[in-house]
């Protein structure tokens, strides 16, 4: 059985740091493209950062351009989202993904989730 397992996220001062991580297992990812998308209170969820299967190429919403950095590695199966400099409007639920194919940027094209890790970023 396929499972995403997520690092706890946690609470973090506005332009602190935190690092997200996401294993998996019961299949091996290494590949496919991995994602991370982010679902605030009473949104929709949306994307924030996807990596190609062997690291060369990476894409990140707007928004955290220059402030979140994802990265993988395939020897243990594990997708990684580094964010820095965070504001309170990065406060949300943060869930990684798995693309076995499609557009990076819709989460309606990707084919295992985890079950999402809250970061709240507040003084």
């Known amino acids: 059985q396929v499972q995403l397992v997520q690092s706890e996220g946690g609470l973090v001062q506005p332009g602190g740091s935190l690092r997200l991580s996401c294993t998996a297992s019961?299949?091996?990812?290494?590949?496919?493209?991995r994602g991370w998308f982010l679902q605030a209170q009473g949104r929709g969820r949306k994307f924030v950062a996807t990596i190609t299967w062997n690291g060369d190429n990476v894409y990140y919403t707007h928004s955290v351009h220059g402030r979140f950095t994802v990265s993988r590695d395939n020897a243990k199966n594990t997708v990684y989202l580094q964010m820095n400099s965070l504001k309170p409007e990065d406060t949300a639920v943060y869930y990684c993904?798995?693309?076995?194919?499609?557009?990076?940027?819709?989460?309606?094209?990707?084919?295992?989730w985890g079950r999402g890790t809250q970061v709240t970023v507040s003084s």
């Open positions: 993904g798995v693309l076995m194919g499609g557009d990076y940027d819709n989460e309606d094209e990707y084919d295992y």
């Open positions: 019961g299949h091996t990812f290494s590949s496919y493209a």
